[in-house]
Protein backbone atom coordinates (compact mmCIF):
# COMPACT_ATOMS: atom_id res chain seq x y z
CA UNK A 1 0.00 0.00 0.00
CA UNK A 2 1.21 3.59 -0.57
CA UNK A 3 1.84 6.57 1.36
CA UNK A 4 -1.90 8.54 1.74
CA UNK A 5 -0.80 10.78 4.62
CA UNK A 6 2.49 12.92 5.13
CA UNK A 7 2.18 14.99 8.31
CA UNK A 8 5.43 17.59 9.20
CA UNK A 9 5.39 19.05 12.79
CA UNK A 10 7.08 21.90 13.30
CA UNK A 11 8.80 22.82 16.78
CA UNK A 12 11.32 23.90 19.52
CA UNK A 13 11.04 20.64 20.88
CA UNK A 14 11.38 17.74 18.23
CA UNK A 15 12.38 15.22 21.05
CA UNK A 16 9.15 15.64 23.06
CA UNK A 17 7.41 13.43 20.25
CA UNK A 18 9.20 10.60 20.63
CA UNK A 19 7.19 8.75 22.39
CA UNK A 20 4.27 9.18 21.01
CA UNK A 21 4.77 7.96 17.33
CA UNK A 22 7.11 5.07 18.02
CA UNK A 23 4.60 2.72 19.70
CA UNK A 24 1.66 1.21 19.05
CA UNK A 25 -1.16 1.86 16.50
CA UNK A 26 0.80 5.10 15.70
CA UNK A 27 3.74 2.82 14.72
CA UNK A 28 2.14 0.72 12.83
CA UNK A 29 0.38 2.96 10.70
CA UNK A 30 4.53 4.43 9.62
CA UNK A 31 5.83 0.28 9.74
CA UNK A 32 3.21 0.15 6.99
CA UNK A 33 4.08 2.63 5.33
CA UNK A 34 0.51 4.23 5.41
CA UNK A 35 1.43 7.46 7.33
CA UNK A 36 4.57 9.10 7.09
CA UNK A 37 5.47 11.53 9.95
CA UNK A 38 8.37 14.09 10.42
CA UNK A 39 9.16 16.16 13.33
CA UNK A 40 11.55 19.24 12.36
CA UNK A 41 13.44 21.17 14.69
CA UNK A 42 12.53 24.88 13.94
CA UNK A 43 16.35 25.78 15.37
CA UNK A 44 17.09 24.08 11.94
CA UNK A 45 16.11 27.49 10.37
CA UNK A 46 17.13 29.84 13.02
CA UNK A 47 19.60 32.43 11.53
CA UNK A 48 21.11 33.95 14.25
CA UNK A 49 24.56 32.15 15.84
CA UNK A 50 22.40 31.67 19.22
CA UNK A 51 19.88 29.90 17.29
CA UNK A 52 17.10 31.91 18.72
CA UNK A 53 13.40 31.06 18.21
CA UNK A 54 11.64 34.26 20.04
CA UNK A 55 12.24 37.33 21.55
CA UNK A 56 10.43 40.10 23.55
CA UNK A 57 6.46 41.45 23.08
CA UNK A 58 6.44 44.66 21.52
CA UNK A 59 4.84 47.08 23.96
CA UNK A 60 5.67 45.44 26.78
CA UNK A 61 4.26 42.31 28.96
CA UNK A 62 5.72 39.29 30.17
CA UNK A 63 6.63 36.31 28.01
CA UNK A 64 8.78 35.39 24.90
CA UNK A 65 7.56 35.66 21.61
CA UNK A 66 8.35 33.05 18.64
CA UNK A 67 9.65 34.81 15.49
CA UNK A 68 8.26 35.15 12.10
CA UNK A 69 11.78 34.47 10.51
CA UNK A 70 12.81 31.15 11.35
CA UNK A 71 8.64 29.72 10.92
CA UNK A 72 8.64 31.72 7.66
CA UNK A 73 11.83 29.86 6.57
CA UNK A 74 11.06 26.70 7.85
CA UNK A 75 7.10 26.56 6.05
CA UNK A 76 9.12 27.87 2.50
CA UNK A 77 11.70 25.12 2.43
CA UNK A 78 9.11 22.09 3.10
CA UNK A 79 6.08 24.08 0.50
CA UNK A 80 8.91 24.20 -1.99
CA UNK A 81 8.88 19.83 -2.15
CA UNK A 82 5.06 19.34 -1.95
CA UNK A 83 1.69 21.27 -1.69
CA UNK A 84 0.16 21.02 1.72
CA UNK A 85 -3.77 20.38 2.19
CA UNK A 86 -3.53 22.85 5.24
CA UNK A 87 -0.95 24.44 6.93
CA UNK A 88 -2.55 24.58 10.81
CA UNK A 89 -0.94 26.32 14.00
CA UNK A 90 -1.90 24.58 17.22
CA UNK A 91 -3.58 27.44 18.93
CA UNK A 92 -5.88 27.48 22.42
CA UNK A 93 -8.51 29.69 20.59
CA UNK A 94 -8.64 27.53 17.35
CA UNK A 95 -11.40 25.82 15.60
CA UNK A 96 -12.19 23.07 18.56
CA UNK A 97 -11.31 19.65 17.21
CA UNK A 98 -14.25 17.28 17.59
CA UNK A 99 -14.38 13.98 15.41
CA UNK A 100 -16.04 15.71 11.99
CA UNK A 101 -12.98 17.79 12.63
CA UNK A 102 -10.51 14.92 12.68
CA UNK A 103 -12.61 12.85 9.71
CA UNK A 104 -12.00 15.61 7.42
CA UNK A 105 -8.25 16.11 7.78
CA UNK A 106 -8.28 12.34 7.80
CA UNK A 107 -8.31 12.69 3.63
CA UNK A 108 -5.64 14.91 3.42
CA UNK A 109 -2.70 13.73 1.73
CA UNK A 110 0.31 16.62 3.54
CA UNK A 111 -0.26 18.12 6.63
CA UNK A 112 1.66 20.62 7.89
CA UNK A 113 1.34 21.74 11.87
CA UNK A 114 3.46 24.45 13.74
CA UNK A 115 3.43 24.36 17.47
CA UNK A 116 4.03 27.05 19.61
CA UNK A 117 5.45 27.96 22.76
CA UNK A 118 5.97 30.83 25.50
CA UNK A 119 3.61 33.30 24.12
CA UNK A 120 2.83 31.83 21.10
CA UNK A 121 3.71 33.13 17.45
CA UNK A 122 3.86 36.76 16.25
CA UNK A 123 0.73 37.45 15.25
CA UNK A 124 1.70 37.75 11.19
CA UNK A 125 2.97 34.19 11.04
CA UNK A 126 -1.11 33.67 11.73
CA UNK A 127 -1.95 35.70 8.93
CA UNK A 128 0.40 35.47 6.52
CA UNK A 129 1.53 31.63 6.83
CA UNK A 130 -1.55 29.35 8.42
CA UNK A 131 -4.32 28.20 6.81
CA UNK A 132 -5.95 26.93 9.83
CA UNK A 133 -6.10 27.01 13.65
CA UNK A 134 -6.78 24.13 15.78
CA UNK A 135 -7.38 23.60 19.55
CA UNK A 136 -7.65 20.71 21.79
CA UNK A 137 -9.83 22.24 24.17
CA UNK A 138 -10.50 25.53 26.16
CA UNK A 139 -7.40 25.25 28.30
CA UNK A 140 -3.76 26.34 28.22
CA UNK A 141 -1.28 23.90 27.17
CA UNK A 142 2.68 25.13 27.66
CA UNK A 143 3.42 24.05 24.39
CA UNK A 144 1.58 23.00 20.98
CA UNK A 145 3.58 19.70 20.83
CA UNK A 146 1.01 17.70 22.50
CA UNK A 147 -1.60 19.28 20.91
CA UNK A 148 -0.32 18.02 17.44
CA UNK A 149 0.33 14.69 18.82
CA UNK A 150 -3.31 14.82 19.88
CA UNK A 151 -4.72 16.20 16.23
CA UNK A 152 -2.22 13.60 14.94
CA UNK A 153 -3.48 10.67 16.50
CA UNK A 154 -6.79 11.31 16.22
CA UNK A 155 -6.24 11.43 12.00
CA UNK A 156 -3.90 8.76 11.81
CA UNK A 157 -6.23 6.10 13.08
CA UNK A 158 -9.10 7.04 10.50
CA UNK A 159 -6.62 6.70 7.57
CA UNK A 160 -7.60 3.33 6.06
CA UNK A 161 -5.93 0.43 6.38
CA UNK A 162 -4.36 1.85 9.61
CA UNK A 163 -6.86 -0.01 12.17
CA UNK A 164 -7.33 -3.59 11.53
CA UNK A 165 -10.66 -3.95 11.50
CA UNK A 166 -11.76 -1.21 8.79
CA UNK A 167 -14.60 -0.68 10.32
CA UNK A 168 -13.51 -0.33 13.60
CA UNK A 169 -12.90 3.17 13.44
CA UNK A 170 -16.52 3.95 12.44
CA UNK A 171 -17.58 1.90 15.51
CA UNK A 172 -15.93 4.51 17.82
CA UNK A 173 -17.70 7.06 19.85
CA UNK A 174 -19.02 10.30 17.78
CA UNK A 175 -18.63 8.37 14.78
CA UNK A 176 -22.68 8.47 14.62
CA UNK A 177 -23.37 10.56 16.86
CA UNK A 178 -23.40 8.78 20.44
CA UNK A 179 -20.76 8.07 22.62
CA UNK A 180 -19.92 3.96 22.34
CA UNK A 181 -22.01 1.54 24.31
CA UNK A 182 -19.80 -0.13 26.73
CA UNK A 183 -17.70 -3.48 26.45
CA UNK A 184 -16.08 -6.46 28.24
CA UNK A 185 -14.02 -9.02 27.67
CA UNK A 186 -13.33 -12.21 29.56
CA UNK A 187 -14.19 -13.81 32.31
CA UNK A 188 -17.87 -13.33 32.19
CA UNK A 189 -18.11 -13.48 35.65
CA UNK A 190 -15.17 -11.28 37.72
CA UNK A 191 -15.69 -11.98 41.72
CA UNK A 192 -19.31 -11.72 41.01
CA UNK A 193 -19.24 -8.96 39.17
CA UNK A 194 -20.99 -10.15 35.86
CA UNK A 195 -21.07 -9.19 32.49
CA UNK A 196 -24.73 -8.23 30.71
CA UNK A 197 -26.06 -11.77 29.81
CA UNK A 198 -27.18 -10.42 26.49
CA UNK A 199 -23.71 -10.23 25.50
CA UNK A 200 -23.22 -14.12 25.61
CA UNK A 201 -26.50 -15.24 24.38
CA UNK A 202 -25.24 -15.07 20.82
CA UNK A 203 -28.97 -13.59 19.39
CA UNK A 204 -26.65 -11.06 17.42
CA UNK A 205 -30.07 -8.90 17.30
CA UNK A 206 -30.76 -9.01 20.30
CA UNK A 207 -27.03 -7.63 20.90
CA UNK A 208 -27.26 -5.13 18.80
CA UNK A 209 -30.26 -3.45 19.84
CA UNK A 210 -29.15 -3.72 23.35
CA UNK A 211 -25.67 -1.79 22.18
CA UNK A 212 -27.63 1.12 20.83
CA UNK A 213 -29.75 1.37 23.54
CA UNK A 214 -26.91 1.77 25.71
CA UNK A 215 -25.46 4.10 23.58
CA UNK A 216 -28.40 5.78 23.24
CA UNK A 217 -28.76 6.21 26.80
CA UNK A 218 -24.75 6.84 27.24
CA UNK A 219 -25.04 10.01 24.84
CA UNK A 220 -28.29 11.00 26.64
CA UNK A 221 -26.56 11.25 30.05
CA UNK A 222 -23.33 12.01 29.00
CA UNK A 223 -23.70 14.06 25.91
CA UNK A 224 -27.34 15.37 25.61
CA UNK A 225 -26.43 18.06 22.94
CA UNK A 226 -25.40 15.10 20.67
CA UNK A 227 -28.94 13.31 20.70
CA UNK A 228 -30.54 16.73 19.22
CA UNK A 229 -28.26 16.95 16.45
CA UNK A 230 -28.69 13.34 15.10
CA UNK A 231 -32.43 13.26 16.15
CA UNK A 232 -32.59 10.56 18.93
CA UNK A 233 -33.32 12.60 21.57
N1 LIG B 1 -0.68 33.23 25.17
C1 LIG B 1 -1.43 32.29 24.41
C2 LIG B 1 -1.15 30.88 24.87
C3 LIG B 1 0.19 30.37 24.46
S1 LIG B 1 0.38 28.74 25.00
C4 LIG B 1 -2.91 32.55 24.60
O1 LIG B 1 -3.29 33.03 25.65
O2 LIG B 1 -3.70 32.20 23.71
C5 LIG B 1 1.75 28.23 24.06
C6 LIG B 1 1.46 27.39 22.86
O3 LIG B 1 0.82 26.19 23.25
C7 LIG B 1 0.54 28.00 21.83
O4 LIG B 1 1.28 28.78 20.93
C8 LIG B 1 -0.07 26.80 21.15
O5 LIG B 1 0.74 26.33 20.07
C9 LIG B 1 -0.07 25.76 22.25
N2 LIG B 1 -1.37 25.51 22.89
C10 LIG B 1 -1.71 25.86 24.14
N3 LIG B 1 -2.95 25.46 24.44
C11 LIG B 1 -3.44 24.83 23.35
C12 LIG B 1 -4.68 24.22 23.04
N4 LIG B 1 -5.68 24.15 23.91
N5 LIG B 1 -4.82 23.67 21.81
C13 LIG B 1 -3.82 23.74 20.90
N6 LIG B 1 -2.62 24.31 21.14
C14 LIG B 1 -2.42 24.86 22.35
Not at 122 to 141: F, M, P, W
Request: charge should be negative; glycine fraction near 10%.
Amino acid sequence: MSTRLRIDILTALPRLFDGWFGESILKRAQDKGLVEVYVHDLRNWATDKHKRLDDYAFGGGAGMVMLVKPIHRAITALKSERTYDEVIYMSPDGELLDQPLANGLSTARNLLMLCGHYKGVDERVRQHLITREVSIGDYVLSGGELAAAVLSDAIIRLVPGVLGNETSALSDSFQDGMVAPPVYTRPANYEDWEVPPVLLSGDQAAIDAWRHEQAVERTRTRRPGMLDTFGEG
